[in-house]
């Protein structure tokens, strides 16, 4: 169950009360709803970007994908791909978002003649390259889904929690054409979220779009997408995609 941040606990009386009051069922929906509604009014696309070079920059492996939980979430999507692919190498991939190359370097690479693995901090790319540096078929690029153009078209396109930092649906609208875009026809889109306890469930979820099955629904929506299988794990969501001729 989700707590109010720390951020807003001053261990007062005051700070007291209103922890207990975001914890009552019938208010949590309404306080994460306006604190929605505060980020996507402060939060502007460039920012998003300085702050994960700065995050990665304060620590590495800054979301522990090492650990039990990430690894178990990287084997469910990697299952969904191994259905698909019956066996072969997919020709060529692209991974948005790939951080410091943990996806890529223990379940991706093999599985790619050519994969472009990505992302918009040159912190994380620096250690992804080291990673990977085995991997002679994996190439590295700065790619902003926002601001910069395809670099291509792949037949699997690899996209796990690239939609998350995005509050605003214009920004999520231009991040859904470029992921489609970026994936050749025929090819595979794989998506995968982490889930948000409150929006999950409730309307405004899928208004503002939050919540891990907020966007796996929104991203549904785009004509050109087939969804081929869906997976919901302990704090994820992965769905597969084929785009359409």
């Known amino acids: 169950m989700e707590k109010i941040p720390a951020a807003h606990s001053d261990g007062s009386s005051s700070g007291a009360v209103r922890r207990s009051l975001v914890n009552l069922p019938g208010l949590r929906s309404t306080w994460w709803l306006f604190k929605s509604l505060r980020d996507i009014a402060r939060t502007r696309p460039r920012k998003v970007v300085a ?27 990697i299952k969904m791909v191994d259905k698909v692919r019956n066996g072969r190498r997919f020709a060529t991939a692209i991974e948005v978002g790939c951080a410091e190359g943990t996806f890529t370097q ?13 992302d918009v901090s ?7 390259r080291a990673r990977c540096a085995a991997w002679r078929q994996v190439r590295f690029a700065r790619f902003d889904v926002l601001d910069d153009a ?38 595979y889109l794989l998506l995968s979220n982490t889930m948000h306890g409150v929006a999950e469930n409730a309307w405004w979820g ?12 929104f991203v549904a929506q785009h004509p050109k997408l087939q969804v081929v ?10 769905t597969l995609f084929r785009k359409s001729l």
């Open 122 to 128: 040159h912190v994380a790319l620096d250690r992804a």
């Open 150 to 187: 395809p670099p291509g078209t792949f037949d699997l396109t690899v996209v796990m929690s690239v939609l998350e930092p995005f509050y605003r649906r214009r920004d999520l609208k231009i991040a859904r054409e470029k992921i489609v875009a970026l994936t050749a026809p025929n090819g």
């Open 206 to 217: 899928r208004w503002l779009i939050r919540g891990a099955n907020w966007q796996d629904y």
């Open 106 to 118: 223990q379940f991706l690479a093999e599985r790619c003649d050519a994969l472009l693995a990505t």
């Open 229 to 238: 299988h869906t997976m919901t794990g302990a704090f994820y969501v992965h």
């Open 51 to 77: 702050n994960f070079d700065d995050l990665f920059k304060t620590q590495p492996d800054p979301w522990d994908m090492l650990s039990a939980g990430q690894q178990d979430r990287f084997r469910d999507a």
